[in-house]
């Protein structure tokens, strides 16, 4: 009888993907998808349900359904007043929310970028390019606006908003050339 060390040896090696004769060329094919669709689906995921302030006010056990658009305005010092979360905490979840808003605000210049290239026909690589430096950005954004109270270090949550921001923009720019390209001459835009 083999030990569990060699039946899991003997299970990573039958099922290793490495040394599977297709794996290179299915690698190879996904850098060429477009992740435009499902970047649209991951943004609206992260800023609906990832960044969702009530998550964590769910944890300490603070959730009000009710009105929950003002229970951290309205209650948030009662709360620390009844010792059920301190300063930090409410601090915390006052820029949790603040995430939240501003990632669902920020979403409409991301699906129009994304869409616009698409339109326009451009390449999968710029979109992919686009949707992957545009989430990151603002991955980045949500770590340090929900963590970061230090003033001199805040200015990295700006630093990735703008790269978001700018990164939509060029997407735009770059949509806008697609479209138009050709129109000077005397062709028509697509």
């Not at 490495?18 to 943004?43: C, E, T, V």
């Not at 979403?107 to 686009?130: D, E, K, P, T």
């Not at 980045?140 to 939509?168: H, M, Q, S």
Request: charged share 15%.
């Amino acid at each position: 009888m083999s030990s569990i060390t060699d039946r899991a040896a003997g299970f990573i090696s039958r099922v290793n993907p490495l040394k599977d004769p297709g794996f290179a060329q299915n690698a190879s094919r996904a850098l060429h998808y477009d992740y435009g669709p499902i970047s649209i689906l991951a943004a609206f995921a992260g800023s609906h349900l990832l960044l969702q302030h009530r998550l964590p006010m769910v944890f300490y056990g603070l959730d009000n359904n009710v009105y929950p658009r003002d229970d951290l305005r309205v209650n948030g010092e009662k709360h620390v007043a009844s010792g059920r979360i301190t300063p930090a905490q409410l601090r915390r979840l006052k820029r949790w929310e603040a995430a939240h808003y501003n990632a669902v605000e920020n979403l409409a210049i991301f699906i129009g970028a994304i869409l616009s290239l698409q339109f326009s026909g451009a390449s999968n690589r710029l979109v992919n390019r686009v949707a992957g430096t545009y989430l990151a950005a603002r991955a980045a954004f949500a770590l340090l606006y929900i963590t970061v109270e230090d003033p001199k270090l805040a200015w990295g949550r700006t630093i990735a908003w703008w790269t978001g921001n700018i990164t939509c923009i060029y997407g735009l720019v770059q949509a806008a050339k697609q479209l138009n390209h050709g129109v000077a001459a005397g062709t028509t835009a697509v």
